[in-house]
Nanobody
Framework: QVQLVESGGGLVQPGGSLRLSCAAS????????INWYRQAPGKGRELVAT???????NYADSVLGRFTISRDNAKNTVYLQMNVLKPEDTAVYYC????????????WGQGTQVTVSS
């Protein structure tokens, strides 16, 4: 059974920081790329960051230079360090991964709310 469990969201002032975590089970973690998506109210789901099995990273232009994705294969966990947060970063953040890289389908966590407001 695949489980992706996000944590670390909350309310933060503009310019602040948060670190999100995604704990994975039931997937072949070390060989899978892991994605962070977000969905703001009234908007579609947006890909924020990706980390490959070899540690290569990719970011949306809107977060480049402010967010950092990393992974700890020993803990089956991926992190999203978010700095210099802006009100437009307010969204529900989701972790996304496949059980096996060869699969077509992927899995989602339940999401964690990030609210950036003064």
């Amino acid at each position: 059974q695949v489980q992706l469990v996000e944590s670390g969201g909350g309310l933060v002032q503009p310019g602040g920081s948060l670190r999100l975590s995604c704990a994975a089970s039931g997937i072949i973690f070390s060989i899978n790329a892991i994605n962070w998506y977000r969905q703001a109210p009234g908007k579609g789901r947006e890909l924020v960051a990706t980390i490959t099995s070899t540690g290569l990273t990719n970011y949306a232009d809107s977060v480049l230079g402010r967010f950092t994705i990393s992974r700890d294969n020993a803990k089956n966990t991926v992190y999203l360090q978010m700095n210099v947060l802006k009100p437009e970063d307010t969204a529900v953040y989701y972790c996304n991964a496949k059980k096996d890289p060869r699969d077509t389908a992927s899995y989602w966590g339940q999401g964690t709310q990030v609210t950036v407001s003064s």
